[in-house]
């Protein structure tokens, strides 16, 4: 028995049962920290780094003003949430965001690829595109305007082929360049015209269509060969190989611009009349009187020599029928592609032993 005298306050039981109470107090603390509320605390991280990891892998890589924006304001409430709950909250919303800012990019995309050609730029359709899509706030109005992006693109690109093909004459060879796979053709008006109604913007921001810069190639054949060959007429042109025996068809129905005969065979013209019994001989050169009124020499005869020479085969052919079969003469044709006309250079000037370009004229 403890024997407590009268008025006197035994301190060393008073703090033993601090002490005691202070332990189970600490105890069941630590028992309530480390049960419950430690582990609330590192679910919660968990939560945030979860929902910042979804963050940087969907909204923060969408390349819109305003999905940057929503990516900064969504990382500052994840750090600031209280709990899990709101952490999937928010994490929800971005999710949200993510689908609409996806749209957008996608959108935004489109408008400055279909505005950015291979050859040509739609400044301003890029920049009323890209107000639009702005504009809009919700998934289901960025999916409203697809179609109208789309339409818009076709019709201007629609608009600025016709203008230009529409801007040549009827009987000029269209050119036509593609940047992929890079190509060029040669087509008509007409069906160059058609050719745009069945592609899309997508193809039509990588063509150009343009008149044609065609190219002379000089040909040297013989009468014999070519005998009603003039200035205007139509021929398709061949190439044959000696050695496979073959004819190849290289261009089809161009014009011949111009014929150029030798000087040696056509430039001297003799004649001569009898007055009363005498014999009167004349000649003159034609090549001398050409040089000498080029130079504004009085010696000249001034006499019009145009198509001097063509007047002479032709007038000749069609109306004596007579003709020199050896008379040999450059035939200047027109050919529109260029890689066709380097390759029918380099048989005509460097492989005239091994093939030959033939001239087939076509009746008018």
Same mark, same amino acid.
């Given at each position: 028995?403890?024997?407590?005298?009268?008025?006197?306050?035994?301190?060393?039981?008073?703090?033993?049962?601090?002490?005691?109470?202070?332990?189970?107090?600490?105890?069941?603390?630590?028992?309530?920290?480390?049960?419950?509320?430690?582990?609330?605390?590192?679910?919660?991280?968990?939560?945030?780094?979860?929902?910042?990891?979804?963050?940087?892998?969907?909204?923060?890589?969408?390349?819109?003003?305003?999905?940057?924006?929503?990516?900064?304001?969504?990382?500052?409430?994840?750090?600031?949430?209280?709990?899990?709950?709101?952490?999937?909250?928010?994490?929800?919303?971005?999710?949200?965001?993510?689908?609409?800012?996806?749209?957008?990019?996608?959108?935004?995309?489109?408008?400055?690829?279909?505005?950015?050609?291979?050859?040509?730029?739609?400044?301003?359709?890029?920049?009323?595109?890209?107000?639009?899509?702005?504009?809009?706030?919700?998934?289901?109005? /960025?999916?409203?305007?697809?179609?109208?992006?789309?339409?818009?693109?076709?019709?201007?690109?629609?608009? /600025?082929?016709?203008?230009?093909?529409?801007?040549?004459?009827?009987?000029?060879?269209?050119?036509?360049?593609?940047?992929?796979?890079?190509?060029?053709?040669?087509?008509?008006?007409?069906?160059?015209?058609?050719?745009?109604?069945?592609?899309?913007?997508?193809?039509?921001?990588? @063509?150009?269509?343009?008149?044609?810069?065609? @190219?002379?190639?000089?040909?040297?054949?013989? @009468?014999?060969?070519?005998?009603?060959?003039? =200035?205007?007429?139509?021929?398709?042109?061949?190439?044959?190989?000696?050695?496979?025996?073959?004819?190849?068809?290289?261009?089809?129905? =161009?014009?011949?611009?111009?014929?150029?005969?030798?000087?040696?065979?056509?430039?001297?013209?003799?004649?001569?009349?009898?007055?009363?019994? =005498?014999?009167?001989?004349?000649? =003159?050169?034609?090549?001398?009187?050409?040089?000498?009124?080029?130079?504004?020499?009085?010696?000249?005869?001034?006499?019009?020599?145009?198509?001097?020479?063509?007047?002479?085969?032709?007038?000749?052919?069609?109306?004596?029928?007579?003709?020199?079969?050896?008379?040999?003469?450059?035939?200047?044709?027109?050919?529109?592609?260029?890689?066709?006309?380097?390759?029918?250079?380099?048989?005509?000037?460097?492989?005239?032993?091994?093939?030959?370009?033939?001239?087939?004229?076509?009746?008018?």
């Amino acid at each position: 028995m403890i024997l407590i005298q009268k008025g006197k306050i035994d301190t060393s039981v008073i703090v033993g049962m601090v002490v005691v109470f202070a332990i189970i107090g600490a105890g069941i603390f630590g028992i309530y920290y480390f049960g419950f509320v430690k582990p609330a605390r590192a679910e919660l991280e968990d939560s945030k780094e979860s929902g910042l990891n979804t963050l940087n892998t969907t909204l923060a890589n969408v390349d819109t003003s305003q999905a940057e924006s929503a990516a900064q304001t969504y990382r500052s409430q994840i750090k600031s949430a209280d709990s899990k709950s709101e952490v999937s909250s928010i994490v929800e919303e971005i999710s949200s965001t993510y689908e609409v800012e996806s749209k957008r990019a996608e959108l935004l995309d489109a408008a400055d690829k279909g505005t950015h050609g291979s050859f040509y730029t739609l400044d301003s359709l890029y920049d009323n595109l890209k107000n639009q899509i702005n504009s809009k706030t919700t998934l289901s109005q /960025l999916n409203n305007i697809e179609s109208d992006v789309d339409e818009s693109l076709n019709s201007a690109w629609e608009e /600025l082929h016709t203008e230009v093909i529409e801007g040549l004459s009827a009987t000029e060879i269209v050119r036509i360049q593609q940047d992929s796979p890079l190509s060029e053709a040669y087509t008509t008006k007409e069906n160059a015209l058609s050719s745009i109604q069945e592609k899309s913007w997508e193809k039509l921001r990588e @063509f150009k269509f343009e008149k044609s810069n065609s @190219f002379e190639l000089p040909i040297m054949d013989t @009468f014999e060969r070519t005998p009603t060959l003039e =200035t205007g007429d139509k021929v398709d042109v061949y190439e044959y190989n000696y050695e496979n025996k073959t004819m190849t068809l290289r261009v089809q129905n =161009t014009e011949v611009l111009k014929v150029i005969y030798p000087k040696d065979v056509l430039s001297a013209v003799s004649w001569s009349k009898s007055k009363e019994g =005498t014999s009167y001989t004349y000649s =003159t050169d034609v090549w001398e009187e050409i040089k000498a009124n080029q130079a504004d020499s009085p010696s000249g005869s001034n006499s019009s020599w145009d198509e001097w020479a063509e007047s002479v085969v032709t007038t000749a052919k069609n109306e004596a029928n007579l003709g020199d079969y050896d008379l040999q003469a450059i035939y200047v044709l027109e050919i529109t592609e260029s890689g066709i006309a380097k390759e029918l250079t380099q048989v005509e000037q460097f492989e005239s032993g091994a093939k030959d370009v033939v001239l087939i004229a076509r009746k008018s």
